[in-house]
């Protein structure tokens, strides 16, 4: 079954400090893999998308990884700012006989505290 | 350029009552999508259209139907709304440049729908 797993659920950081979210999914035939940003009350908004060729991709302050083989991402969020406080919902698209197919992760949602 | 527009953004129905989610669209993209967004769960698609005049079912189209009226619009129709049917919904549209590339989705700014 075509599955997108993310870790953790939520994730309480200080403005100024790093932090890691977590990506593992299911879905084959792998496409490619995109991080959305999504602000409350707003829709979800892209910040990279990688292919399988490509195992990172930056954007800012923010750097996703992907490993094809574990299939596993992450996103990493350099020197957090208050307004990084979102859900971040990792996407994986299949291809296959049946054209595209996309899975959406449930988002880890990060709040950033002065 | 507006993006991806949506009306209305908030709508209260009582069971048994019917409505119409609108959507557009400027950046002149093929691929129209409605999805539904509940707590705790991913975005999960309730309908598509790959191109003027087609639609297909997502994983969750019971309830559901829709209208593809041009390349700009797509619009969601519940004919008879149920308290299940109590979710945040967003319409997107993309780009499918080859089959084998990205498909970056353009989500609207989403329709809080509470169904008493």
């Known amino acids: 079954k075509n599955q997108v797993e993310q870790s953790p659920q939520s994730l309480i950081i200080l403005e100024g400090k790093n932090c890691t979210l977590q990506?593992?999914?299911?879905?084959?035939?792998?496409?490619?893999l995109r991080w959305y940003k999504q602000d409350t009350g707003r829709g979800p908004v892209s910040l990279t998308i990688?292919?399988?060729?490509?195992n990172t991709k930056s954007n800012g302050r923010y750097t996703a990884t992907l490993d094809a083989d574990t299939k596993q991402s992450s996103l990493h969020i350099t020197a957090s700012q208050l307004s990084d406080s979102a859900s971040y919902i990792c996407?994986?698209?299949?291809?296959?006989?049946?054209?595209?197919?996309?899975?959406f992760g449930a988002g880890t949602r990060l709040f950033v505290k002065a | 350029n507006a993006g991806v527009t949506q009306t209305p953004k908030f709508q209260v129905l009582k069971t048994g009552q019917s409505m119409t989610l609108q959507c557009a669209q400027d950046?002149?993209?093929?691929?129209m999508y409605w999805y539904r967004q509940d707590p705790g769960m991913g975005l999960r698609l309730i309908y598509y259209?790959?191109?003027?005049?087609?639609?297909d079912k997502g994983e969750v189209p019971n309830g559901y139907n829709v209208s593809r009226l041009n390349k700009r619009e797509f619009s969601l129709r519940l004919e008879s709304a149920a308290p299940s049917q109590t979710s945040v919904y967003f319409c997107a549209s993309s780009e499918i440049r080859t089959l084998s590339s990205y498909n970056e989705q353009f989500f609207g700014p989403g329709t809080r729908l509470t169904v008493l």
């Open positions: 259209s790959a191109s003027e005049g087609t639609t």
């Open positions: 990688m292919t399988f060729s490509e």
């Open positions: 996407v994986v698209s299949a291809i296959g006989a049946g054209g595209f197919k996309t899975i």
């Open positions: 950046m002149n993209h093929n691929s």
């Open positions: 990506c593992n999914y299911t879905v084959s035939p792998f496409s490619n």
